[in-house]
Structure formats: structure tokens, C-alpha cells
């Protein structure tokens, strides 16, 4: 089997991102999303992200062009569904939704069709279990900003078809991302490490160990990481990570992931990191 032509499903943060990394690496993509002005937004922000790559000369004019060229657009989920080889499902992260969408997708599209999620969270396997065909589901979990980001996490669950892990690696290397392979279980690799990195580095914070900025500077200028545990904190937003903290502690049953104390006080007082002006930082 051959993915040629690949659906993106959610037009917004994430699917318009993905929808312009298929474009520009020569697949045939079809964006979806509710209603045409949520759908015309998504192809403004892609038009706006290919401008700027022209406008730094990372992009040839005639690259932007041919990319644009191979992004059609709708909002019929079963005219898309029907006439793809993989559908990237990138709507927001509701396990109800999620599988709704799926039964809709699978009821139109042939049974040869590869079916990804971009879930940064929820069980490949619980969203498959909606299916009749599970084994034809892989998470595919791109990283914002989708046209930046190298990293795609391949999620793939006990029943899912080795021939669509490697066919979903090789369409992630054709985006010009680094594949890794994961299996299905919370947090996947990225969100576990990350998060727990960024819990340890408030307990130390906590505990006064040094300041929130040598605290980054030690993992910036030490690890060479770009951006230290607490900015990077600031940035995600202080409850975006609380959420995944709490769930990450209740499904793993690991103390490491126990939301500290700071983190819950913080977002208590509405401090959630740059989005509100002050996290544990002042922006
Ligand atoms: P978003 O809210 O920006 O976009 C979701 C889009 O899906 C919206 O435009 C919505 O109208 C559309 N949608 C809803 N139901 C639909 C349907 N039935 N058919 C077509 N479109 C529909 O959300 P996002 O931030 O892009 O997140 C999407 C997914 O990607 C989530 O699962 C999220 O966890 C995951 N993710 C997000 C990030 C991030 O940084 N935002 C990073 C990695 C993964």
C-alpha cells in the first residue's frame, strides 16, 4: 500500500500545521473541519506560515505555490473519508469526540484506509476500540508549531498492523520529521519525560534549592536544552500541564508525577504562565 493522498481532520492549532507539512512534502491533502470559516482560517494560517518561510527564503515562491496547490478543502467528513488513503484525525482532545469521529470516518471510507490520531494524551487503544477494523489505527503525535517541530511520536496499540507503524514512519520522514516508535501507554515517551522534568525542577524551586532562572539555566546551558523546565512550563500554560500531571500520577501510580504543591497554588491564583502575564515567570 501507497499513501498518497492524506486527509487532515480539524483545521485548527495542530491540523492546520499538519495539512501544510503534507502539502509541502508532495502529498495530495484535503483539510476538514466543521464549517468553511473554521476551515478558510486554517488555509490563512498555512498561506501566512509559507509567506513567512518565502519572506525568510527558507521557501522558494514556486515550493509555496505548488504546496498551496495540493491543499483542497471542505466540510463534508465523508467526502473526505471516501476518497484517501490515511486520515489524520487532529479535532479536540475528548475521548467522546474522538471516537465519534472515527465511527463517522470508517462508515465512509474503504476498508484499506489508514486511520491516525494526533491525541497528545488519550489511549490509542480506547479511541481503536470505537472501530471495527482497530488494527488500522496509529497515533501520529505531531509538536506545535507542526512546520517547526522535527519530533512525531508513532503511537501504535497491541492490534495495531505493523504495515501501518512503518507506512506512518515513512510518511512522517516524508515530512521531514524524526519518527520515533512508542508503545501505547500515558504520556507516551515525550509528555513523561518532559513532565516529569518540569515537576521535579518546581519541587526544587519549592524546596529553595536556586532560583526559577538558575534552575533553567542549569538544564540550558548544562544539557543544552533551548529553554529551561519552568519557562517552558510558563509557555505550555501552568493548567495545561496540571491536567496531564494529575493524570499522568493517577495512571502511572508514580509519586514522580504528583502535582507539587507551587504548581497547584499557582493555578489556584490564576497564574498560568505567559498566556496570563505571570507563571513562574513575569512576562
Ligand atoms: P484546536 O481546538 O486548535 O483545533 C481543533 C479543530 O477541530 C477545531 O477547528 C474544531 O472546529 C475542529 N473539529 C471539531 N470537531 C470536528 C469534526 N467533527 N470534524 C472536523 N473538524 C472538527 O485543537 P488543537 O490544539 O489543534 O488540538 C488537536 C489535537 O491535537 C488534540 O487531540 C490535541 O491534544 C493534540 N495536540 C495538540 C497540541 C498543541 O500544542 N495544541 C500538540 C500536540 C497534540
Known sequence: ?????????????????????AAQAGFDTRLCDVNEDLVGAGLDRIRANLDKGVELGKLAAEDREAALGRISTTTDLGELSAAIDLVIEAVPESL??????FERI????????????????????????????????????FFNPVHVMRLIEIVRHEGTRSEFVDLAVGVGER?????????????FASSRLGVVLGLEAMR?????????????TAMELGYRHPMGPLKLTDLVGLDVRLAIARYLHEELESEAFRPPEILERLVDEGHLGKKAGRGFYEW
Open 1 to 21: 500500500m501507497e499513501i498518497e493522498r492524506i486527509g487532515v481532520v480539524g483545521a485548527g492549532t495542530m491540523g492546520h500545521g499538519i495539512a501544510q507539512v
Open 96 to 101: 467522546e469526540l474522538k471516537r465519534a469521529t
Open 106 to 141: 470508517e462508515s465512509h471510507c474503504p476498508p484499506g484506509t489508514m486511520l491516525a490520531t494526533n491525541t497528545s494524551s488519550l489511549s490509542i487503544a480506547v479511541i481503536a476500540a470505537a472501530l471495527s477494523d482497530p488494527g488500522r489505527l496509529v497515533g501520529m503525535h
Open 175 to 187: 515530512m521531514g520529521k524524526t519518527p520515533i516508535v512508542v508503545n501505547d501507554v500515558p504520556g
Open 204 to 216: 526544587m524551586l519549592e524546596q529553595g534549592v536556586a532560583s526559577a532562572q538558575d534552575i533553567d
